[in-house]
Nanobody, 124 residues
Framework: QVQLVESGGGLVQAGGSLRLSCVAS????????MGWFRQAPGKEREFVAG????????AYTDSVKGRFTISRDNAKNTVYLQMNSLRPEDTALYYC?????????????????WGQGTQVTVSS
């Protein structure tokens, strides 16, 4: 099993920044890619960004390109999501997810492990 714990969410004004962290523990040698997802009230969970655990491969949804950056620190078993130029429409519960495949998948159902989420609220 793999455990994922997110942190770093909060309340920020539009145009501000936040950095989310996701620490993985347990059988982390089985992880090959990780992703960040978000879910706003009344909406489906959507893919935000993904990264191959070995590095070098990234993916972003169009609405965050140029504003969000995903990165990882293998020594700390941690994945980050740096979010800049935040907008009210970025408000959501943000989840970290891990996959046992090296291919970065976008559908949420393709991921094997999930964290509990961290709330991001952007005020206008």
């Amino acid at each position: 099993q793999v455990q994922l714990v997110e942190s770093g969410g909060g309340l920020v004004q539009a145009g501000g920044s936040l950095r989310l962290s996701c620490v993985a523990s347990g059988r982390t040698f089985g992880i090959y890619s990780m992703g960040w997802f978000r879910q706003a009230p009344g909406k489906e969970r959507e893919f935000v960004a993904g990264i191959r655990w070995s590095g070098g491969i990234y993916a972003y949804t169009d609405s965050v390109k140029g504003r969000f950056t995903i990165s990882r620190d293998n020594a700390k078993n941690t994945v980050y999501l740096q979010m800049n130029s935040l907008r009210p429409e970025d408000t959501a519960l943000y989840y970290c997810a891990a996959n046992r495949e090296a291919i970065i998948r976008r559908p949420a159902l393709e991921y094997d492990y999930w964290g509990q989420g961290t709330q991001v609220t952007v005020s206008s």
